[in-house]
């Protein structure tokens, strides 16, 4: 059984908690700046996204390293 993914938006049309990378890509895909992360726990997605809105925005455990994700638009 693959485990379940969970994608914290910081920066894109509608800030929050994804199920999908197809809908945090919705809400960053061409918005200037926009990023998310993928966690496999729901509760580290929201700690890490609550962290960042207070004003810590680096620090991040996602599967990127520290690192927000930031979401490049490919042209097809």
Do not use: C, W
């Amino acid at each position: 059984m693959q485990p379940n993914n969970f994608y914290a938006v910081f920066v894109g049309r509608k800030i929050g908690i994804f199920s999908t990378q197809h809908e945090a890509e919705e809400q960053t895909e061409s918005y200037p700046g926009g990023y998310y992360d993928v966690y496999t726990s729901h509760q580290e997605a929201i700690e890490t996204l609550e962290r960042f809105l207070m004003g810590d925005p680096f620090k991040t455990t996602g599967s990127n390293n520290g690192q927000y994700s930031q979401n490049k638009t490919m042209n097809k």
